[in-house]
Every structure is written in structure tokens, then in C-alpha cells.
């Protein structure tokens, strides 16, 4: 059993930065495909971006493209995402989370992963 916690979360102004940090305990991270999410209040659960196993290819969806970068530190077992450039409309709880649907792209549906951090929250002040 894989438990993922997150760090890094926090309240920033519009314009700056966070880094978020998720690490895999309890088991390795090995072979799953690492997504973010964030789901703001009132609004449902979105995918943020993630890394697939096999060569570690990103995708991000198109809001955050050119903001935010996911990178892994497999000897860590630890998946960051790095926010650069934050916007009030980032204010969320951002989830990490595992999947084991595939290894060779990136899952962007939040139903296909089978393990999720608690969250943490990040506050973008404008």
C-alpha cells in the first residue's frame, strides 16, 4: 500500500512561486504514472498535470501550460510541481496522486489513479 503525502503548500501573492512536493511511503512509487490535481471551493476536481513512468513525459492541461513543471526524484520517491507565475484563479487543495493504468503516458482522468495525498492548500493572493 502506497501512502503519498504532500508539502509545500501556502499562501502566496499573484506573481509568485511554491513548489509542492509529494512523497511516496509505504511501498515505492515505482511504475505508476504521477498526476497533480487541485480542486478549488464549489468547483469539481481538475487534473493539473503529470509525469509518466517510462521516460518521464509531461502533460499539463492547458491553464497552468508554461506556469507549472512536474519533475521526479525517483531515489526519493518523491514528484514535485513546481508553480511559477500564480494566479488567484490557482487557489486550490492540490492533490498528488499514483496510477497504475499505464506507463508509457500520462493518466489525465482522476478515476484511473488508484492513490491520493491528503492534499495541501495553496492560497493565491491578488
Known amino acids: 500500500q502506497v501512502q503519498l503525502v504532500e508539502s509545500g503548500g501556502g499562501f502566496v501573492q499573484a506573481g509568485g512561486s511554491l513548489r509542492l512536493s509529494c512523497a511516496a511511503s509505504g511501498g515505492t512509487a515505482s511504475g505508476y504514472c504521477s498526476g497533480w490535481f487541485r480542486q478549488a471551493p464549489g468547483k469539481e476536481r481538475e487534473f493539473v498535470g503529470g509525469i509518466s513512468w517510462s521516460d518521464g513525459i509531461t502533460a499539463y492541461a492547458d491553464s497552468v501550460k508554461g506556469r507549472f513543471t512536474i519533475s521526479r526524484d525517483n531515489a526519493k520517491n518523491t514528484v514535485y510541481l513546481q508553480m511559477n507565475s500564480l494566479k488567484p484563479d490557482d487557489t486550490a487543495v492540490y492533490y498528488c496522486?499514483?496510477?497504475?493504468?499505464?506507463?508509457?503516458?500520462?493518466?489525465?482522468?482522476?478515476?484511473?489513479?488508484?492513490?491520493w495525498g491528503q492534499g495541501t492548500q495553496v492560497t493565491v493572493s491578488s
Open positions: 496522486a499514483a496510477s497504475t493504468f499505464s506507463l508509457y503516458t500520462v493518466v489525465r482522468s482522476g478515476t484511473l489513479y488508484d492513490y
